[in-house]
């Protein structure tokens, strides 16, 4: 994406008005590169001194949400949500209950699978969402500790 003008332009295809705060969200959603909480969204923000509530921050990812440029997925681990942006290019995640570090996964091991589910139900499938949770390598031999 990269730039206001792109971000102008995204936000218009969705008859949104650009705005300052969506504008800063969505870049700060893409310099991330991994999937953010909304309060990581609040504080990142902050630290660029964009002046925005953590309720306005919540109000603009459900927008964009529910235009589909931004995706939502839950954490296992309590009710936390992460947004990133949804990009062109289909991915999942590993999260690490331990560390909490998430690891994009390139590919979709669920496209054979989403096949034989048509074919089976002759249903048509728009979209899934595969979150993975476990132990990365730093963190599997330290299952028990804290």
Known sequence: MSG???YKDLLK???LKST???NALLETLEQSGLPLTAEELFLRLKEKNVSISLSTVY???ETLVDKGFVIR???ATGNKALYELSH???HHHLHCVRCRQIFPV??????DYEQLLADRFGFTVTGHNLEVFG???KCKDHKQDG
Not at 106 to 111: I, T
């Open 106 to 111: 390139d590919g979709c091991p669920l496209e």
């Open 4 to 6: 206001k003008d792109t």
């Open 59 to 61: 109000r603009i990812l």
């Open 73 to 75: 997925s839950q954490l």
């Open 135 to 137: 132990y990365c390598e």
């Open 20 to 22: 300052k705060h969506r």
């Open 88 to 90: 062109k290019d289909h």
């Open 13 to 15: 295809t969705g008859n």
